[in-house]
């Protein structure tokens, strides 16, 4: 209670009603994977070209053509089928080295380092010129002492001989090389009480380089400036292992193990999770089901989706995962016929996010068109999906739990995901949007009901908790996820002595039953039709 010890007027702000709930994210994705360049630490995507910003571009290809190198095609089919954040976990192999430069100052260097460990830091060049405020100012103002960072990344190395990219009388000059990516960071501080410190400057926009000491503005040295380098030898893929690293200080670890710290990623996927990789896309489904907050997404585990289909299985029984069959095939026009199978699962963590959005997590993710795929067979036997398989070929699959991409455009419908069934057995869990709706509900109230802890275990609190939920499900009814004409019927919320034994009170555990009643896809659509006849009354 307020103490009102000076006579006056006192005007106090009171809650009342029931505390919202608000729903969950269900369409943010974390993939992890091997990337050309980037951080380690999850970095959140918007858009392919934010991507390729970061992360680079395809790494099947020079300078390290590697075996698989998925996640770029991953990431892009996931925003071709509508996904609009992802969380990527880069993965390197173990070992890996950051390349480092110094650039010369009059009295200490300015230390720079390649954002992320691995051998493309040695193809960073960083040059210094005055700031462009510096020519105006007065002698012997601050402003004299700015700098200007100029930095290029050149994909497959320096280029011999090298042309300055800056420098406009080199336009034509045919030996001139265009950076693969270029940041130019202008009116520099070394001071860090200014608001344009180099460190608080570069460190919070760039993409390429950290700078991890700036005691004073660095000697100007225009390009080919200071290279980055201390990393020997070309990037090996990373194995299994390098997926979940594992570590005391939470910055320090990357891969699946970060992601699964991020309560913001409800969708997982390791696109390179298959052939000698499965133990890593194992790991990911370990996290599912033991976080029991987020749902994976599995493609068929053989290189190129060659698996034979009739002996094709789920990895493990489980209603907090997916698996999809067969693989598609996406343009890759830097490959020696233009196109690379690949696995569905960037493309499916798209549709679930399109989905969520278009019409709600309770919509199972299928019947849902394909984008991002070719849609028309080339010649060589290319065609869109690895394998074509028939309604009698599906019927193998489906029952067991393995959804199938069937290919429509015969009948004019295009290339379709034609399963919504989780890995499980259970058959109160076969249904991926019942499973993923209750990973919804569940992590909905658990995150809106936290302020009840170490709130009285008494009557109040109960009917507070009661109309916080009650409310939350009504909307989640509303909105076509739960059964019933009436709420009464959709779902039910008890918190009160009932639900609570005397013992249950005394060691501070409040225990609210909830139950609803989700809508299930409606899986075979039949149409009973018979013959009438003139005087048949029905």
């Known amino acids: 209670m307020p103490q009102y010890l000076t006579p006056g007027v006192y005007v106090e702000e009171v809650n009342t009603g029931p505390r919202p709930i608000e729903g969950v994210s269900t369409s943010i994705a974390g993939f992890a994977g091997e990337a050309e360049r980037g951080p380690t630490r999850p970095q959140l995507i918007t858009s392919w070209p934010d991507y390729q910003r970061w992360y680079g571009t395809y790494i099947d290809q020079p300078p390290r053509s590697a075996a698989m190198g998925y996640l770029p095609y991953a990431v892009r089919g996931f925003f071709d089928n509508g996904g609009q954040q992802v969380f990527v976990a880069r993965v390197v192999a173990a070992g890996r080295g950051t390349a480092v430069g110094n650039i010369p100052g009059p009295n200490n260097p300015t230390v720079v380092n390649a954002i992320g460990p691995g051998a493309f830091g040695n193809n960073i060049l960083v040059a210094v010129r005055p700031a462009s405020a510096a020519q105006f100012a007065p002698a012997g103002s601050a402003v004299r002492g700015w700098f200007r960072l100029q930095i290029a990344y050149f994909r497959l190395g320096r280029p011999a001989p090298f042309v300055d990219p800056t420098d406009p009388a080199q336009l034509a000059n045919p030996a001139r090389v265009e950076p693969d990516l270029f940041e130019d960071f202008d009116n520099l501080s070394p001071d860090p009480t200014q608001t344009n410190f180099a460190i608080t400057v570069v460190n919070g926009s760039s993409t390429l380089i950290a700078i991890s000491a700036c005691p004073e503005a660095p000697t100007p040295v225009a390009f080919p400036g200071v290279q980055l380098g201390g990393v020997a030898g070309q990037d090996a893929a990373p194995a299994a292992a390098d997926y979940s690293v594992a ?48 749902f994976a997404i599995v493609s068929d585990p053989t290189v190129n989706g060659t698996a034979n289909f009739a002996a094709l299985r789920p990895p493990r029984d489980s209603s907090y995962g997916a698996i999809y069959y067969p693989w598609v095939r996406v343009g890759a ?206």
């Open 247 to 294: 570590a005391n200080d939470p910055e320090a670890r990357t891969g699946l193990t970060a992601l699964a710290a991020n309560r913001d990623v409800s969708l997982l996927a390791v696109p390179d999770g298959v052939g000698a990789l499965t133990a890593a896309s194992d790991a990911m489904q370990d996290i599912c089901d033991g976080q029991r907050d987020r």
């Open 333 to 538: 026009p830097h490959t020696p016929d233009g196109t690379r199978l690949i696995p569905v699962t960037g493309h499916m963590a798209g549709i679930y996010a399109r989905v969520d959005i278009d019409r709600g997590v309770h919509k199972a993710p299928a019947n849902e068109i394909i984008r991002g795929i070719l849609s028309r067979d080339l010649n060589g036997n290319r065609k869109p999906l690895s394998q074509t398989l028939s309604k009698q070929d599906q019927a193998i699959l489906n029952p067991i739990g393995v959804n199938v991409a069937r290919d429509f455009r015969t009948d004019g419908r295009d290339i379709r995901m034609w399963g919504a069934r989780t890995m499980s057995s259970d058959s109160l869990w076969k249904y991926i949007n019942v499973r993923r709706l209750f990973i919804f509900v569940e992590q909905s109230i658990d995150r809106g009901t936290q302020w009840a802890v170490f709130e009285p275990n008494s009557e109040p609190t109960w009917i507070a908790i009661r109309m916080s939920i009650t409310n939350f499900l009504r909307t989640v009814w509303r909105n076509g996820a739960l059964m019933g004409s009436t709420p009464e019927e959709a779902f039910f919320v008890k918190c009160d002595l009932g639900t609570m034994t005397q013992d249950d009170i005394d060691n501070g555990r409040l225990i609210c039953l909830i139950g609803i009643a989700p809508v299930k896809p409606a899986e075979f659509v039949i149409f009973r039709i018979s013959q009438k006849t003139l005087d048949a009354t029905q």
